[in-house]
């Protein structure tokens, strides 16, 4: 048999490239606009005909290419960006694959003219489907401009499938848009069929959102501001009131490039949970700078997907940061007693040892108080995590005031030792506060408490195990045990530890100490059935589904009666909660009554 083996001719193989790299005018359009960021432009005009369909042409005045480089600019793999491997890891470039040129030369017709600052001389290269058509000397002026036109020209079944001018169009306005916004400091114009569709001067990030979206956009917007070692995240959210009922305006920028993570978007969700009513998204522009160390940009050929090394610390960072945020600008709603500072600290925080207790002078030290009602100042000492302190702008976090007592203490009208609580009905806990008088739904809000416990377990702490002395055998279908495999690491996070996953077996040798063992059948089996009709797609919605199930499973029932501590120990864990007012269903936990509405009962 003849050998039969051949290396495919370059045209042929950047074509295929060109597959990956552009899909449609848009691509373009991000590829010119990033190589002209990345030659240092200060100013970049795009302009475009017919949806980029005949043309797209971008200008700018950066650092130019030499005759030399001009032309091999169009080879593929051939960048100034990178030289090794290790570079890939420390990138400060939007480019670094050499492809896009290539790619684009491949499939269109392309003239580029460029000069470099102290040349006298630019250069004009013509190139056709990978061809070089000329390469002549031209006067220009510093910097770049490429023009491709008639995309996808010699792929007929291509450009059929691009779709109308009004589509392409958006497509191509959404790409301006994610680079213009990460870069305010250059100024950017963007003509279509010789009509000006943006001016965009240089300005602050504030300016920048505004010259975009509209001068209205102004008062919406609600500062975001944490620096911590991990993380630098700076943007804005817009209030609650302003969310959209369309996904559209969600905007996350890593090292100064938009990207796409669901698991991230879930986590500035999380923080305007129960501020936005069904079906409405947050809109938001955040800028996160981490170490270019601790991502890998390389997964997707289009780069806006990327990979953190640490997704459950930036998690647990941002949406306590957008809490925060949405908190100090008084956009959350306010409970009927004071905060205390230590509610709002973060999981990761909240389960360091608070180290050894130093005693500071309080000046309203009273020696003549009771023994209980004393409080002493904890020294926070932040050990292992400073990246923390942070997150307390304004707090001293070298002096955060925990009362020894319950943080209820402040709600209570009375000194704990003499606040009782009662049970109503095996259904509520009732007590008196400073304003009135509180209703707990005892089984709503135990949901509540261990949806956050399981959420703090799987995001950030190791969670407790419980050793079965013997290991458990539960039998499953094929699919359910496929399910469980996916999300073994989940169920490891809550406390449960497996022996063995056999094909239609699970052997189980720890469970999470909150579960007694002749549940867990019951409760695998919830699970399993909560998650298959959610169908979760990123992987943070199946934590939740999974968070929600095991805290519908476990907690309370009503009917079920309660000793003094029992409820006491609800009422104190649910006003510890992130979210005390609401199940993890969205139904009310509790309400209060108001004096002043009894009082009124018996003036009448
Ligand atoms: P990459 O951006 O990944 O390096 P490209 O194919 O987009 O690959 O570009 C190839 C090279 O051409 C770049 O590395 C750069 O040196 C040069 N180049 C492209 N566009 C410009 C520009 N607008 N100004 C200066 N140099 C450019
Ligand atoms: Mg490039």
Redesign the pocket.
Known sequence: MPDIIQLLPDHVANQIAAGEVVQRPASVVK??L???I??E?TSIQLIIKDAGKILIQ?I?N????SQT?ARL?FERH????IKKAEDLFNLH??????????SIAAIAHVDLK?KQENQEIGTCIKIEGSTVVSQENASTSK??S?AVKNLFYNIPARRNFLKSNAIETRHIVNEFQRITLAHPNISFSFYHNENEVYHLSTGNLRQRIVAIFGKKTNEKLVPINEVTDVIEIKGFVTKPEFAKKKRGEQFFFVNDRFIKNAYLNHAVSSAFESLLSNGYFPTYFLYLKVPTKSIDINIHPTKTEIKFDDEKTLYAIIRSTIKHSLGQYNVAPILDFQRDASMDTPYEFKGKKSGTPKISVNPDFNPFKNEEQKSTKFQYKSEKTPEWESLYTGIDVHAIEVDVEPVTSSLFSESTSNSKTYQVHKKYIVSSIKSGIVYINQHLAHQRILYEEFLENITVKEAMSQQLLFPLEISFNKSDIVLIKEIKEDLESVGFLFDKILDDTIVIKGIPVTITESQITIIIEQLLEDIKNDIPDASFSQLDVMAKSLAKSLAIKTGTRLDLKEQEEIVNKLFMCKQPDLSPFGKTTFITIDIDEIDKKFNN
């Open positions: 590829e010119l990033e190589n002209a990345d030659a432009a971008v700018d950066g650092k130019g290419m480089d600019s051939a960048t100034s960006k470039t939007k480019g670094f694959r050499g492809e896009a040129l290539a460029s910097g770049t490429v």
